[in-house]
């Protein structure tokens, strides 16, 4: 709340300002990249990443098919081809090897590379970053990691959003850590950086008056935005404890039930803040139990879970995409479900989450 008071205090309620610089500093200290400007969203800050790798009408861009749609949509704003890729059964993201089919069957068929790659780290789980980083390199297309809900993960050590060319983080309402609205373009190059602020801020010239040789955005965030921000950072590490308690709980919890599983760590290597805990359900070993049954049961009950994502090659907008598929995000859709995970909840709300669950089997 400091933060916040103190900048109606001094009269620094528009963007930038000492807050939006602070929460900067905070996110290049916690994910050790060289460079960070706050944005007013997510979206926001995949956009400006590609504008920044030179997408532009008619490239093709590739991008994780099991995600969120915002993940996608600044491919079209640009005019744009998104390429989408399948997931691997794993860690649930982007699979290697069809990452390496698309692009070379793009190569083959349109004669030129994908302009750039839109890698997702789904739920807070770090993708195969190991194969997926080297393929990126030997065909040198530049990655832009969506971190969005993988703030405070990291794989082999190094956080996730400092794999890629820029890597990106919400701050949306619902995501691990808020500033009620917001996202953060971070990079080790500050070029880039510097760049995603001059546009965010209408691409203003350096000239007394108002003088443009770019088309610019308003994408900044707001000096109070970032006074919740910079607060939220001071409990980021307690939030991951507690989602990560309630994953530890909920896999010891299903470890005795046939047909549960869970989006777990694949191997040590990764460290996902499991912002969201995620189960499968196969009803060929529940003896017929299937997710839609679970979910509904437990919406009776009060008990708010969603189904995981829908891929983006089966949405509707999407539908005329290119597509490499293999049928894993689909049967994640298919069967998976995301259980209640908030940083608040109590014992009590997650006993009851699991008896209601088993009471079913
Ligand atoms: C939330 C989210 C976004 C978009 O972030 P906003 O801040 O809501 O614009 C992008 N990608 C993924 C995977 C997300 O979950």
Known sequence: MGYIQSAFENNHVFP??????????????YTGCTACTCLSSGTAAIHLALILLGVKAGDEVICSSFTFSASANPIVYQGAKPVFVDSEPNSWNMDPALLRQAIVDRLEKTGRKPKA???VHLYGMPAQLDELMSIAKEFEIPVVEDAAEALGSSFKGQPCGTFGEIGVFSFNGNKIITTSGGGALVSANPTYCSQALFLATQARDAAPHYQHSN??????????????GRGQMEVLDDRIAKRREHFAFYRSAFAGLVGITLQAEPSDDFFSNHWLSAILVDPSKTGGVDRETIRLALDKKGIETRPLWKPMHLQPIFKDCEAYVNGVSESLFKDGLCLPSSSNMTDEERDFVVESIKELL
């Open 117 to 119: 790659i839109i890698l």
């Open 215 to 228: 088309i610019g955005y308003n994408y900044r965030m707001s000096n109070i935005s970032a006074g919740i």
């Open 16 to 29: 930038l300002g000492p807050n939006v610089l602070g929460l900067e500093e905070a996110i290049k200290d």
